[in-house]
């Protein structure tokens, strides 16, 4: 129950405020509205950040399935407790969505850009072209994931690891983030996006189900590529 309860309430810190920073930068009348991309960047660092020290030692702090998939296909992570992983990470993604819709309430009235709202929720590509799309995502995961299991092995003091997570979620944002937002996390994107569909959001649009597999699947791949390549590494 501990390890279920960690890993669902690390994925609701994420998204809450990873997702938030984004609609405090893009939502109208926001004090934080404008501030950029490095403003969201810093803000998902320390989303992942905030949550992998509180509960690294409780459930390993994976709060992503192509990490816990991933690591149960090189054989360091048990089949038996992947869908009890997968579970606390999507219902805690959904709450996170859900906790930033009900935090902006009344910023989502103010904005007219249908964009901008579901932005709040998940990714979107900036020049839509499904195979270069789908290669950011792949490529993304792979490194992000072969990157974090490589940091499991270094020699660092206590506590330090998860810090450098963020700074490698950082890294993400700011060198390669630009192209789709860097889901690098599929529930990241496909909980929040079932939210925004049936959230009672002020003048939504569509929450773009036609791009929603590649958030999915990109990082799905990627993060098992990049767990074998850490296994033929290390």
Do not use: H
């Given at each position: 129950m501990k390890i279920f309860l960690a890993e669902l309430l690390g994925t609701m810190i994420l998204i809450l405020l990873g997702n938030g920073v984004v609609a405090n930068t893009v939502l109208k009348k926001s004090k934080g509205e404008n501030s950029g991309w490095l403003t969201i960047c810093f803000g998902w660092a320390l989303g992942v950040a905030i949550p992998a020290v509180m509960?690294?030692?409780?459930?390993?702090a994976h709060f992503n399935p192509a990490l816990t998939i991933g690591l149960a296909v090189i054989g360091k992570f048990?089949?038996?407790s992947v869908p009890t992983y997968l579970a606390a990470q999507f219902i805690g993604a959904f709450i996170g969505a859900v906790l930033v819709f009900t935090y902006f309430y009344p910023h989502y009235k103010e904005t007219e850009d249908k964009g901008a709202k579901l932005a709040t929720f998940a990714t979107g590509p900036a020049i839509k072209n499904t195979v270069f799309n789908f290669i950011s995502e792949f490529i993304g995961?792979?490194?992000?994931?072969?990157?974090?299991?490589?940091v499991g092995t270094a020699n660092v003091a206590e506590g330090v690891g998860p810090i450098i997570v963020g700074g490698i979620i950082l890294a993400m944002g700011v060198c390669l983030g630009g192209t789709t937002g860097y889901?690098?996390?599929p529930f990241r994107d496909l909980a929040p996006r079932i939210a925004h569909a049936i959230l009672p959001i002020p003048g939504k649009g569509d929450s773009d189900w036609g791009y929603a597999w590649i958030p999915v699947v990109g990082p799905l791949l990627g993060g098992v590529v990049g767990a074998i390549l850490f296994n033929l590494v290390f």
């Open positions: 509960f690294g030692s409780v459930s390993g048990a089949w038996s995961t792979a490194i992000l994931i072969f990157t974090i299991l490589g889901a690098i996390n």
